[in-house]
T-cell receptor, first 114, second 113 residues
Framework: ETGVTQTPRHLVMGMTNKKSLKCEQH?????MYWYKQSAKKPLELMFV???????ENNSVPSRFSPECPNSSHLFLHLHTLQPEDSALYLC?????????????FGEGSRLTVL | AQSVTQLGSHVSVSEGALVLLRCNYS??????LFWYVQYPNQGLQLLLK??????LVKGINGFEAEFKKSETSFHLTKPSAHMSDAAEYFC???????????FGSGTRLQVQP
């Protein structure tokens, strides 16, 4: 496989469930990102990891917990979510954080919280 | 704050007509600018990027954009729209040392037959 792969593509969960989103990149990149895309809102940067170290956390509620066990994998652990957390969650990677390097995106995980 | 603004959340053109999607940035330092496209139920795909080389940047699928410092703009154009161009388009900005891209709110392009 090549590129950035996200699983699952679709997830429905209740507010008391615990689930995880997975992202895997096969590009040899050093930085990985989680973005949230809600209807009628700009993409919101949630977390940035560079060389497996979290370097940015944009005031994201603690019910979202990221994990980056190595430079190829990124997880977003979900717990006690709210209906307003329903959105498309996009994972991306880049050769290095910021600057001129473009992001490569996965196809997203569509989350619905009931 | 350094940001990017996309004028027009929806743009509709006829097939074969010129496509013009507007993007303005606010910055006190030289920016890196990007255009991405998102088709339904997919992630974002890079169309083109400006990184302080040529001000006219050519991208995939016949799109191009021109960096105009005096106007703080980076508008996306395509001479002749195709039905397959219908999608959402995002302008994004980054800077040296900044950790990640900041995206505009997006413009949905409709192409009428």
């Amino acid at each position: 496989e090549t590129g950035v792969t996200q699983t699952p593509r679709h997830l429905v969960m209740g507010m008391t469930n615990k689930k995880s989103l997975k992202c895997e990149q096969h590009l040899g990149h050093n930085a990985m990102y989680w973005y949230k895309q809600s209807a009628k809102k700009p993409l919101e940067l949630m977390f940035v990891y560079s060389l497996e170290e979290r370097v940015e956390n944009n005031s994201v509620p603690s019910r979202f917990s990221p994990e980056c066990p190595n430079s190829s994998h990124l997880f977003l652990h979900l717990h006690t979510l709210q209906p307003e957390d329903s959105a498309l969650y996009l994972c991306a990677s880049s050769l290095q954080q910021g600057g001129a390097g473009e992001l490569f995106f996965g196809e997203g995980s569509r989350l619905t919280v009931l | 704050a350094q940001s990017v603004t996309q004028l027009g959340s929806h743009v509709s053109v006829s097939e074969g007509a010129l496509v013009l999607l507007r993007c303005n940035y606010s910055s006190s330092v030289p920016p890196y600018l990007f255009w991405y496209v998102q088709y339904p139920n997919q992630g974002l795909q890079l169309l083109l990027k400006y990184t302080s080389a040529a001000t006219l940047v050519k991208g995939i699928n016949g799109f191009e954009a021109e960096f105009k410092k005096s106007e703080t703009s980076f508008h996306l154009t395509k001479p002749s729209a195709h039905m397959s161009d219908a999608a959402e388009y995002f302008c994004a900005v980054s800077y040296t040392g900044r950790r990640a891209l900041t995206f505009g709110s997006g413009t949905r392009l409709q192409v009428q037959p």
